[in-house]
């Protein structure tokens, strides 16, 4: 709207878009009318470019800045084959819904191994009262379970295994190699609305770049935590599944 805006008032210049905006996603009928207003989309992901082009306007993919800032955090380390890093999201709500799937994975998980520990990232303070809240009552059934902030990239790389709420760390665990299960919980109404407007086949970041499903999806109903248990297991114990999805990684960032 703002492009739109501008040039209806004849203000000269060119008009940049920074980012595409996820139509691919959402409203692919848009793009005719973003051409209308733009001189050039800069775009982060390789598949947005064809998509815009189609439309006549010029596009370029200059990649994810997403790459150069996890670079930075690379460390000297080496993986804990009995540490598994739990990623529940970086909002509110979605760690409300999350938790109690993610506790009962692990509960799951040390009936079935019991040399397991458990590392929760959390992406702010505020996160990780909320993670707190859930589970000071139910802690000491669990065992090891720690909570860090601000550090996903160390717990990443650290991790033998990882289950990771949809969003950009689904990316992140990509770019650190990390095998993950992929999970999603949010209000019913609010999925059936989600369903209706999504226009992809896959949530994880990875699974869109690779056009199929290269780690395990658990969305809403299917994010029961015996099937997610069971995915941690396979990526923990069958190391051809381990480097098939590492190869699949590999190409997707070389991307």
Known sequence: RLAHALRSRSLGGKIIYYISPQVWAWKRSRIPQMAQSLDLM??????????YEQSGLRTIFVGH??????????????RDQNLIGLFPGSRAREVRKLMPILIEVVRELQARRPELRFEIAAASDAIAREIRQALPPI????????????????????SAVGIVASGSATLEAAFFRLPFVLIYK???????????????NHLGMPNVLANREIVPEF??????PSAIADAVMNLLDDRPVRERMLADFDEIIAK
């Open 42 to 51: 800069l775009c982060i992901f390789p598949f947005e470019a064809e998509l």
């Open 186 to 200: 949010v209000a019913t109404m609010t999925y059936l609305a989600g369903r209706m407007l999504i226009q992809v």
């Open 65 to 78: 800045p997403i790459i150069e800032n996890l670079e930075a955090k690379r460390i000297e380390t080496t």
């Open 139 to 158: 802690n000491r059934s669990l065992g090891e379970i720690g909570i860090v902030t601000g550090e996903a990239a160390g717990t990443m790389q650290r």
């Open 219 to 224: 969305i809403q109903r299917n994010a029961r």
